[in-house]
């Protein structure tokens, strides 16, 4: 289980990012304690999450020009990949390895990835945030 503690382990800062991972671990959290049916409804409601949770930071990386983002796409990625096969296993009504993916994997990436690419790439926008407030408090003087 994720920590229910989230604003103290997975906050970094970034109001769209924090609210888009407190949304993934809060549905992370639900599916573990789901029964069969509510299962695969939140299944596909976390593929979907994580897909567009997963657009929206690359979308991030590319318009920052963020230096690792072919590492961090292609983690995301795989994630999705993985999601996606058991999505297939999930909608035929086998859910004993999506949960057992949901509970043991999930949470350990999710704190990996959080803890190592997103804060990288948070730490790197409130870089260009705070230099784009610089470059308009201190104009360049004309020579």
């Known amino acids: ?26 549905l992370v959290n639900r599916l573990e304690k789901a029964d069969k049916t509510e299962f695969i409804q ?17 979308a991030r990386m590319k318009e920052s020009g963020f230096p690792a983002i072919n590492e961090h796409m292609g983690e995301h990625q795989r994630v999705l990949g993985e999601m996606h096969r058991f999505s297939v ?3 035929q009504g086998n859910i004993l390895l999506a949960r057992a993916y949901v509970v ?22 409130k870089a260009r945030q705070y230099a784009a407030q ?6 360049s003087l004309p020579l």
Do not use: C
């Not at 043991?104 to 997103?118: C, G, I, K, N, V």
């Open 89 to 91: 296993r999930v909608e």
């Open 1 to 26: 289980m994720l920590t229910d503690l989230f604003e103290e382990q997975y906050k970094l800062g970034i109001a769209e990012m924090d609210d888009t991972h407190r949304e993934f671990v809060e």
């Open 104 to 125: 043991e994997q999930l949470p350990a990436w999710f704190s990996l990835h959080f803890q190592t690419m997103d804060s990288a790439l948070a730490a790197h926008l």
């Open 134 to 139: 610089a470059d308009s408090r201190f104009p």
């Open 42 to 58: 939140l299944f596909e409601e976390l593929a979907m999450h994580t897909r567009n949770h997963f657009d929206a930071e690359n």
